[in-house]
């Protein structure tokens, strides 16, 4: 029984509709079928999908964001979901071990630490300061 439906999965529509029209089932019957079948198949994976992406939100919107002002640069970092950003604009990720995240935005380099919980701000790799996070 579970072979036959695993291998129902396997057909072609080609091969779905002839053997249903091979049953004494109307053409006509058997294409409707068939796109409710589709249709069926369609709505599951969509369900998935929606579901899948509410996950993803709401996993992000628990999401600790740090956030420090250093020498009068805001800084902002979402350990989490791997974002951060240096003066209300996207840092890119350029490091990250297990030990801290590295952020970068032109001159500014911004380094998480993990285990202090503590923001490190560089200017042109010379150290502005640090902050707590």
Known sequence: MVIAILLA???STASRMAECEAQGVSKDTCYLAEQNRQTAIYAAAEKQALENAAKQYAQSAKSKTLQARIAGIDIKISPDIKQ????????ALTEEN??????????????????????????DGQIVGSAKG
């Open 84 to 91: 951060g950003y240096i003066e209300q604009t996207a840092a």
């Open 9 to 11: 999965g396997c057909t």
């Open 98 to 123: 297990q030990y801290a995240q590295v952020y970068q935005k032109g001159v500014y380099t911004a380094i998480w630490y993990r285990q202090k919980h503590k923001i490190v701000l560089l200017r």
